[in-house]
């Protein structure tokens, strides 16, 4: 079955810094990858997705970029601020639309 | 739009009873829905897939006859860990899809963090 790495476990960005996060999946047949904020205690917030005919999706300071070769995509946030620090978690979903997630980041943003 | 609820937030229990959460999509049909557990400071492990008017979906590892998931509306999803032990302590999280909306997107529940003494 699809399997998703995330790396890394915990990144600290001084305020205004760029943060990537990268993860890879095992299943060719994914085709869609979204990614989610999760914040303690609460629910993962989908902040964005990309599919799997599409190299690269911005949203705002927020970019997701997918080499369908390698089977890698990652998250690119600019200009972080200190609400961007949360858990995040990249996702594949291999058919079926059931999600398979990464283990998590744990971004923290230092003001 | 595309709200999912669930109930209870939290629940308390004692080692061997049964608890059950409800899983609600509250303005839109979900024939899918998904049931995660997040232990603290993991990640969200999929634990089955929940499909209206037919049985549920469990993915490898998952005990189906404890973990108890009857999807009889289009609405609402239920999932009952029987005979409760505390390793099942854990936030249990459900997600649906939108189907009418044509996108892959998962919404999610709040979550019903659960403790069994």
């Known amino acids: 079955g699809e399997n998703v790495e995330q790396h890394p476990s915990t990144l600290s960005v001084q305020e205004g810094d760029s943060a990537v996060i990268k993860c890879t999946y095992s299943d060719s047949a994914s085709n869609y990858f979204p990614w989610y904020k999760q914040e303690l205690g609460k629910r993962p917030q989908l902040i964005i997705d990309i599919r799997s005919n599409v190299g690269e999706k911005k949203d705002q300071r927020i970019a997701v970029t997918l080499n369908k070769t390698a089977k890698h995509f990652s998250l690119h946030i600019t200009e972080t601020q200190p609400e961007d620090s949360a858990v995040y978690f990249c996702a594949a979903s291999p058919g079926t639309y059931k999600y398979i997630f990464g283990t998590g980041t744990r971004l923290k943003v230092l003001a | 739009g595309a709200v999912v609820s669930q109930h209870p937030s939290w629940v308390i229990c004692k080692s061997g009873t049964s608890v059950k959460i409800e899983c609600r999509s509250l303005d839109f049909q979900a024939t899918t829905m998904f049931w995660y557990r997040q232990f603290p400071k993991q990640s969200l492990m999929l634990m089955a897939t929940s499909n209206e008017g037919s049985k549920a979906t469990y993915e490898q590892g998952v005990e189906k006859d404890k973990f108890l998931i009857n999807h009889a509306s289009l609405t609402l999803s239920t999932l009952t860990v029987t005979s409760a032990h505390p390793e099942d302590s854990s936030f249990y999280i459900c997600?649906?899809?939108?189907?009418?909306?044509?996108?892959?997107?998962?919404?999610f529940g709040p979550g019903t963090r659960l403790t069994v003494l």
């Open positions: 997600s649906a899809r939108d189907e009418a909306s044509g996108t892959s997107e998962q919404f």
